[in-house]
């Protein structure tokens, strides 16, 4: 059963390593995500907040402007 392997991998903490062009910025939250301890882990509001102050971001990637993602009044 796929859905109690997964759960058998998270729940023994194991995980894919991280390849070294990802941004440090990243593998921090991520692994932060992962953690067993649910306070450790970023609610999204911070994770937002990352990006909105250009702390967490993708490589080769345009910095995300959140304007740009306000949708007009209807």
């Known amino acids: 059963d796929v859905c109690s392997s997964d759960l058998h991998v998270v729940n023994r903490g194991w995980r894919l390593p991280f390849s070294n062009s990802f941004p440090d910025c990243l593998k921090k939250v991520i692994s932060r995500c992962w953690s067993g301890n649910p306070s450790e882990r970023p609610d999204f509001t ?12 993708f490589n ?4 995300i402007t959140f304007d740009m993602l306000a949708t007009p009044n209807r």
Do not use: A, P, R, T
């Open 60 to 63: 080769g990637c345009e910095k």
């Open 46 to 57: 911070e994770i937002v907040d990352l990006f909105k102050e250009n702390k967490l971001y």
